[in-house]
Structures are given as C-alpha cells and as structure tokens.
C-alpha cells in the first residue's frame, strides 16, 4: 500500500509540475512560474524521496521532448538555456523540503516557511551559475553577477517568498489532513 501510495503521490507531482509550467509570466529570459512553489510542495507532502522522484520524472519527460517545460518548450537543449539551471535545482528543492517536513521541525509555520525559504536561496544559487554560464557559454553573451542577480534572482524574491510561505501553510494543512486521514506517515 505505502509503495502505492508513494508512486502515485510522484505521478501526481509530475502531473503538478507540468501544470505549473504553463503558468507563466514572461519577464525576461526567465520567466515567473509556479514550478518553483509545486518542487516545494511536492518535496513537503512526498518527502525526500518520492518528492524529487516526481520532479525528475518531470524533467526527464521533458528532455525526452515533451513539452512540459515553462510555456511548452521541452528537449535536453533547455538544460543549456538561461532557466537550465532553475530546472536542474527543482530536485534538490524537492529534496531539501522534504528533509525539512520529515524533521522534528514540526507544524510550526515559522520554521517551515524559512525552511522553505533556504530551499529558495539554493534554488536561486544553482539558477544563477546556470543562467550565468549559458549567456556566456550556450548563447555567446558574457555578463556580469550584477546583471545576472538583476534578470535572474531579484525580480523574482517578493513572488518567491510568498510561494515560499504559501508552500508551508499549505503544505501544514494537507499534512494533518493526511495524517488525519490515516494516509501520513512520518
């Protein structure tokens, strides 16, 4: 049952993730989505297994050719692209929100929501090297951490701390539903 359960919570997460995609805000080379707060959640409620399991089938689908990537684009090349290294970071912020919500962290909004927002910090971190290195490298147009932080990590805080925040209470609230339910296990 509990092999079930984890497999189909990761194919929910797919399906998430995919939806998530097309909800887009084009601001510049990278743009608003909400993939960043469904790898949160996903992370939260599957733990930190099954949560990146989702996000990777997510990508691979997308590699394959797919198009499940933001706007509908897919194939390998996107890991090359100015949001390559947004992508490759979803898994490891799947994995670290789920460490974070099987820990002794508890129900408490406060430490969940800035565990969630470390998550974002490395989520940005990763974005940023990968955003960096395909203007220089993939698309021959060098810049510099100035600009870099200016198109790819500020205009995207405020929105980030509320997906961020919003993760956590959600992900609380589903958590002792699920646990209510019998369908939780820690």
């Known amino acids: 049952m509990t092999r079930t359960r984890n497999l189909m919570g990761a194919a929910l997460f797919a399906g998430l993730m995919i939806l998530s995609s097309y909800v887009t805000i084009p601001i510049g080379p990278v743009p608003i989505t909400l993939q960043t707060f469904m790898a949160m959640l996903a992370g939260f409620l599957l733990g930190p297994v099954w949560g990146p399991v989702s996000i990777i089938v997510w990508l691979l689908l997308g590699c394959l050719g797919l ?27 799947a994995w670290m ?24 910090v490395v989520c940005y971190a990763i974005g940023a090297i ?4 395909s ?11 100035d600009k870099t ?38």
Do not use: C, E
């Not at 925040?165 to 209510?180: E, T, W």
């Open 67 to 93: 198009p499940v990537f933001n706007q509908g684009q897919s194939g390998i090349v996107m890991l090359a692209g100015p949001t390559g290294g947004f992508l490759v970071s979803f898994p490891i912020v």
């Open 97 to 120: 929100a789920g460490k974070l919500s099987h820990s002794k962290v508890g129900d408490g909004l406060l430490k969940n929501f800035l565990g969630l927002a470390l998550t974002m």
């Open 130 to 133: 990968g955003f960096k290195l």
């Open 135 to 145: 203007f220089a490298y993939f698309l021959h147009k060098p810049m510099t951490w």
């Open 149 to 186: 932080m200016a198109l790819a990590v500020v205009p995207f805080l405020p929105l980030d701390i509320i997906k961020s925040f919003l993760a956590a209470f959600l992900g609380i609230r589903i958590r002792r539903a699920l646990k209510a339910s019998g369908m939780w296990q820690a």
